[in-house]
């Protein structure tokens, strides 16, 4: 097998708050990914960097009385311990704000100018005149424009959930100064990736460089029809990088940051002596890209487009996985089930997590679930009960004697396992952690048997069984030895203090299949121990800890969350209102319908853009504020309820007919109401 050279990124966390336990399922996957690939040979280099740029950031360094760069350099050394505690190795960490970023930027920049892809246009936007800046949707409170209700944000109605722009609420005030903003008009800077349809078409329906589900999504929410310019600039005041050629104009947060991958690899060959041309402008060079599904629309239409015309090496593969639930919710702040990576390492071993997350991620988009009871079991069961256990129930008896010079006899336990590493390789390759770690712990339980049947324990005490002794045991900790292979791409330090037991490295895959033979055994030292319920309630309590004084969640960046039985709170959130007659409800009327389509509102920070279907042919197209709660995949072919006699409302964005139904307060916090199995479209809810 040739060695192959391969470049791994992983989105690049934002510098406006510490990593937590959702950030890790990415930056554990890819690590896992990185270690598989050095352990098998190849020259596999793993890149990333902080997000440091945007108005976000501004913000909270205003509002914090210090300059961003020293917000953004705090946040960043927070971040890099978080990782290195949980064992994620980067060959290069680096910035956005860095000048090997701004000279990347720039030159890719020209390119684009040069193919011709950059156009101008004025864009509306409120303006805060005593903070000196536009202001983003969520910056905005006023009235709204329909049903009058105040202290409505920048873009939906929280009451009668109309859709407006910021410019359309009565009496808007800026939620940075309490002042009345006024409405201006900037130019902003747009490329017209229309231009670069064609590519973009081939390049993501070629089987080769995304998953199955998400070439289809791209194909039937973007592709079919012409792509939309895409807005890459914005108006001082803004915390980034100037565009040299457009003064007083800023390079969008996310025309920068992916950018960052290729600075930090330069940050890499400045540092080593290495040929940058050889890692992004070469066709030896693979280059893989593990990201989050909510972040699909950048990296698989915006990104490959950037790289096309700046003559830079396209992505070989995107690798996206989906989101974190913990007990089949969101993460809740309120039920302490929001932990940052600080707060779970002061209270279990990072190990716990990544053998968790390795044994749920798949090479598909669907999210994984993280259950206290599961991982409880997880845990305790498989990487004590099963792996370790092989090694604390045989090292202790080997003493000064060391392994066996020759192998035993092990009725083909070793040659099976050896076989058996083809297969769990090709699940670590193709991301398959889960099935890789199914089939480890298959030859876990293969190994188990020999001994519970060989009892070392008692063979100790007979003098004459010493030379079996010495042979159980050699077999005992080669098939353990065989698992720290397998397993040392999820649990490093354990590969290491398996090395450290057998006295010698765990360096490469191949080493599982051969047996080691005649080597000192050094004092068994404990590896790991089972995990403690009321370590995982401390955590969650200092989680719930975590929330500011007066429990406003929102001030962290997170939406209040409620528990199903604990009405009140939801009740006196948002009251009753007055009463209506029977006749007035039966104006509404409410339809099952089947969600056909599905797709972001680029320009909205909470629509979603839904085609219902409720059928015979009729289909309504409706704009819903729920686009922080649900992704468009995952809503196309469900049923949902929705407003069918609502009267279409013009929108900046399109004709809205309609409107689904939905509770929760908003934000992140909102479910969609479905019917039971056997309703269908165009059936009437009374």
Known sequence: MSARRILVTSALPYANGPIHIGHLVEYLQTDIWVRFQKLRGHECRYFCADDTHGTAIMIRAREESRREEDLIAEMQAGHEKDFAEFDIVFDNYGSTHSEENRALCGEIWQSIREAGLVKEADVEQLYDVEASTFLADRFVRGTCPKCKATDQPGDNCSVCGHHYSPAELVYPKSALSGTTPEVRSAGHLFIELEQLHEFLETWTQSGDHLQPEIANYLKGHFLGEPLRDWDISRPAPYFGFEIPDSPGNYWYVWFDAPIGYVASTRQWCDRTGENFDDWWKSSDTEIHHFIGKDITYFHTLFWPGMLKTAGYSLPTKVHIHGFLTVGGEKMSKSKGTFVNARTYLNHLDPNYLRYFYASKLSAKVDDIDLSLEEFVAKVNTDLVGKFVNLASRSAKFVGSTGLSAKYPEDDGLFAHAAQVGDEIANAYEACDTSRAMRLIMALADRANPYIEENKPWALRKEPAEAQRLQDVCTVALNLFRQLAIYLAPVLPQLAAQTGELLQEPITSWDQAKTPLTGTPVAKFQHMLRRVEEKDLHAMIEESKAELPADGDESATGASTSTSDNDGDD?????????????????????????????????????????????????????????????????????????????????????????????????????????????????????
């Open 570 to 686: 939801a009740l006196a959130a948002e009251p009753l209102a007055e009463e209506c007659t029977f006749d007035d409800f039966t104006k509404v009327d409410l339809r099952v319908a089947r969600v056909v389509e599905a797709e972001h509102v680029p320009e909205a920070h909470k629509l979603l853009k839904l085609k219902l279907s409720l059928g015979g042919g009729v289909t309504k197209q409706v704009f819903a504020g729920i686009k922080a709660a649900y992704e468009p995949e995952q809503l196309v072919g469900r049923l949902v309820v929705c407003v069918a006699n609502l009267a279409p409302r013009e929108m900046r964005f399109g004709v809205s007919e309609g409107m689904v139904i939905a509770s929760g307060p908003g934000g992140e916090e909102v479910f969609l109401l479905s019917p039971d199995d056997g309703a269908v479209p165009g059936q009437r809810v009374h």
